[in-house]
């Protein structure tokens, strides 16, 4: 069952059926000011940070789930009732629902009664605030006496302590209304420098401030009192619950369409100029109020519109494809790579699962999503790259997160994740061989933000590689530390108390337990620094990376195989993990898939019997699952892995983040129709037709899918932010279509379906604009191209030495 289709020419999923089996959601804001919208107009909005600069409200888990927005209320002010064209609060039947969500905007809107509403909410480029153009056409054939309200609840900014303190935060509240606009204070009398408005383009009907006012006692949002009497009655908030409300009054006839514009924003004073005038208590609207006009202006906002517009075609044209798969199609060239913008934004702090208040930037996470924004945002991506180094420990160790607004290490959680170090290569890595830039290695940056300990980039690099070296355990494989990439494989956490940490309360020496994925990244990373070395004539340098990796490589083969597929593990007592030997976890993907996608056993047929494991026992019809048989029960050795239900998240669900490693290990293989299998059995496009099993958005991934032991099996959860939007895009994009970046050039090695013709593709890359058409004439993966009309050696086309901006790719496989 669907709720809704994709119109692929607008770039917007089309949601046509209000109740979702969850709430829908899209990003609203690129840069510093964001919001969370669903497809019923709720959501919030912040600045840079969702829980310390939270600008609205809206309380999580909460029954009905969704609820606290962005809502507009009409009313008939002759017949007196009254609705929302979102649907939420009012829950009226509407005719004609729609909500478009599309890329960095989403309209809402409905007909109710004759009347037709819809609303545009989006944030433009550059500035800190939030447009809702909302316009209502009468389509009766009477005159129509209406009353449009918007309204906002105003979270006093922490959104922690605005949910939790309340003995304080029930007497702060404050506000003014100047000229019509509604200005929230709360705090600014003493260390705020900043303050929240909410304007109309046509005020003067009414305002209110106070949500009992608003509201009414014991009620809720859909039916508030002073709408439902249809007079707002200019309330001032003092302490308890600031909201904003506008209300408008619209008199149409016949045919007429109106369009109102209401804008949000966020506004910073110098510390010294806050109040006007100075003394008083009063904010200093001075720089605010030009910005509060310009963007009621419809004119001004339509402008800023088609900007926004203008930028996403900027950043989603750098790759577009065209194959025979439709979902690939629509993926790769929209929503995955919006997916992946959002994954930059948000890291994992705000979505419908991720709550804001959180955790802070994952050292290994931020590096992953490196690898599906790297081509849209070069110059972030170097600025990201820079942050994270400088919470890398002299240790080469890493702070497992770090806080966005200080940009430091986050203590709670600490180091000691032992793959950490190793993503900072492969992210800069992935940095160089898209933008040639190696001038980056060469910026200093320092160790856990210490001034004066500032090194090249490059030398963290080294650090990185070097700390694993240092970490070996009694087979010669890496010690895993409180965990690897799994964060719920804990070793060295012996856990028997409630709300313990499994990852920070290290009980065992940590001397014993050994991890075969981390091994695997160890030689994967340890590869691309060697080829970095190599790159600036670190000949003999690179010689000591390729040593160890193959010494590492012998490790693997002798102590981390286990006869048909790799082991995962050694636990604390040296016991193996993820072998036949086990009773339950005798098989895990993430030692499989990496271990395949580095190269390893590619030649003795390990890999092969590695991944031909996977299938036969990993993988389902909704994906891939991490591991088999599920643990059936708590084991104290092996931490929270096991404290999950059979089937969710680390304990057998299908992790969607760890798929493509197993996709892009088929394609090593030279496997493409099995690569591309596996990619769409979770790509949500292909997936639209089972919402109502899936449950998430259909257009964005999932962290999760419930496997197979799971009495829900099929059902997504945790949509939006997850590393499995740059990983999927990583590998349909860069493995199995195989437009892949090197240091050389641009490589054309697509691993594609047997039963493809061949596809087109259009890269930007390093400046030109490469034309790609492939072409199959036989079977195989052996491409012939043609560049220019020239045919060339290799599949590596040069970056062009001769200026030319646009260049011609043929490629035939056979
Ligand atoms: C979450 C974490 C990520 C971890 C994964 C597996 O997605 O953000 O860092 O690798 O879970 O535990
Ligand atoms: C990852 C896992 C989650 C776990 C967390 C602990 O996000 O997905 O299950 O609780 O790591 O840090």
Redesign the pocket.
């Known amino acids: 069952m669907k709720f809704g289709y994709f119109d692929d020419r607008n770039r917007e999923y089309v949601i046509t059926e209000p109740e979702t089996p969850l709430p829908w959601i899209n990003y609203l804001g690129c840069q510093a000011y964001f919001g969370i919208i669903s497809n019923t107009a709720g959501g919030y909005s912040f600045y840079r940070d969702a829980r310390l600069r939270r600008l609205t409200r809206y309380r999580y888990n909460n029954v009905p789930p969704d609820l606290g927005g962005r809502y507009i209320y009409l009313r008939d002010d002759e017949s007196k009732e009254f609705w929302s064209p979102s649907w939420l609060p009012t829950r009226h039947k509407l005719k004609d629902y729609s909500c478009r969500h599309g890329m960095g905007y989403t309209v809402i809107g409905s007909t109710y009664s004759g009347i037709e509403a819809h609303t545009r909410y989006f944030v433009p480029l550059d500035e800190n605030l939030e447009i809702w153009q909302l316009t209502v056409t009468n389509h009766r054939t009477t005159r129509a006496s209406l009353s449009g309200f918007a309204s906002i609840e105003f979270c006093l900014w922490d959104a922690q302590d605005d949910a939790t303190n309340f003995q304080r935060n029930l007497n702060i509240g404050q506000v003014e209304v100047d000229d019509g606009v509604i200005y929230h204070k709360t705090e600014y009398r003493e260390r705020r420098n900043h303050f929240a408005w909410f304007a109309s383009s046509q005020p003067g009907a009414g305002f209110e401030t106070q949500r009992e006012v608003f509201l009414g006692r014991n009620r809720g949002w859909d039916k508030p009192a002073a709408v439902e009497a249809g007079q707002l009655t200019n309330s001032i908030a003092h302490g308890w619950s600031p909201v904003g409300v506008h209300q408008v009054k619209l008199e149409l006839e016949p045919g007429e369409t109106r369009q109102i514009v209401f804008a949000l924003g966020y506004h910073e004073n110098p510390v010294d100029q806050k109040f006007d005038p100075a003394g008083s208590q009063i904010i200093n609207k001075r720089t605010v109020k030009p910005v509060i006009a310009k963007y009621l202006d419809p004119v001004q906002a339509d402008a800023a519109f088609e900007r926004l517009r203008l930028y996403w075609d900027g950043l989603l044209s750098v790759f577009q494809v065209n194959t025979p798969d439709i979902h690939t199609n629509r993926m790769v060239n929209i929503w995955n790579a919006y997916q992946c913008m959002a994954t930059f934004n948000m890291s994992r702090s705000a979505s419908s699962f991720e709550s804001g208040i959180g955790r802070g930037l994952g050292f290994r996470d931020s590096n992953q999503d490196l690898l599906g924004f790297v081509h849209m945002a070069p110059a972030r991506a170097r600025e990201r790259i820079l942050d994270l180094a400088a919470t890398q420990l002299a240790t080469g160790g890493a702070y497992h997160q770090y806080q966005p607004l200080t940009k430091r290490g986050n203590n709670d959680i600490g180091s000691g994740f032992n793959d950490d170090p190793h993503w900072l290569i492969v992210g800069v890595s992935a940095y160089l061989k898209e933008t040639g830039d190696w001038s980056i290695l060469d910026e200093p940056v320092p160790y856990d933000n210490e001034p004066g300990s500032e090194q090249p980039l490059y030398q963290h690099l080294r650090r990185s590689f070097n700390y694993t070296l240092a970490r070996l355990g009694p087979h010669g494989l890496p010690l895993i530390g409180r965990a690897d990439w799994n ?2 494989l804990n070793l060295n956490c012996f856990s028997d108390t409630p709300g313990q940490s ?2 920070t309360t290290t009980n065992k020496d940590g001397k014993v337990a050994e991890s075969v994925f981390i091994a695997g990244l160890f030689v994967y990373a340890g590869r691309e620094l060697a080829a970095i070395a190599k790159h600036r004539g670190l000949t003999e340098e690179a010689q000591v990376y390729l040593d160890e990796i193959a010494r590492m490589e012998a490790v693997i083969h002798e102590h981390g195989w286990d006869g048909e597929w790799f082991l995962r593990a050694y636990d604390d007592f040296g016991n193996k993990i993820g072998s036949k030997d086990c009773e339950e976890g005798k098989i895990f993907i993430e030692s499989n898939g990496f271990c395949a996608l580095a190269g390893i056993g590619l030649e003795d047929g390990r890999a092969e019997s590695a991944l031909n494991s996977v299938g036969e026992h990993l993988a389902t019809e909704n994906g891939i699952v991490l591991q088999q048989p599920a643990y059936s029960r708590y084991y104290l050795n092996l931490g ?1 892995i096991s404290s999950y239900p059979p089937g969710y ?2 304990n057998a669900g299908i992790f969607c983040h760890v798929n493509p490693w197993v996709m892009i290990g088929e394609t090593r293989l030279g496997r493409g129709d099995r690569a591309h299998d596996y990619y769409s059995r979770i790509n949500p496009s292909a997936r639209e037709n089972i919402s109502d099993l899936h449950r998430c958005e259909p257009y964005v991934y999932s ?1 999760m899918i419930a496997g197979k032991d799971a009495p829900t099996f099929g059902e997504a959860k945790n949509s939006w932010l997850t590393g499995t939007a740059a990983w999927n895009y990583y590998a349909i994009a860069q493995w199995i279509l195989g437009v892949r970046t090197s240091i050389d050039g641009l490589r054309i090695a697509p691993v594609i379906p047997k039963s493809w013709p061949g596809f087109t593709a259009m890269r930007t890359f390093r400046g030109a604009v490469y034309r790609i058409v492939i072409e199959r004439k036989g079977e195989g993966n052996q491409i012939a191209l043609t560049v220019d009309g020239t045919p060339i050696e290799g599949n590596v086309v040069p970056a062009p030495t001769d200026g030319r901006k646009e260049i011609s790719v043929h490629g035939v496989l056979s």
């Open positions: 964060d719920c499994f990852q929270e998240k680390e962290q």
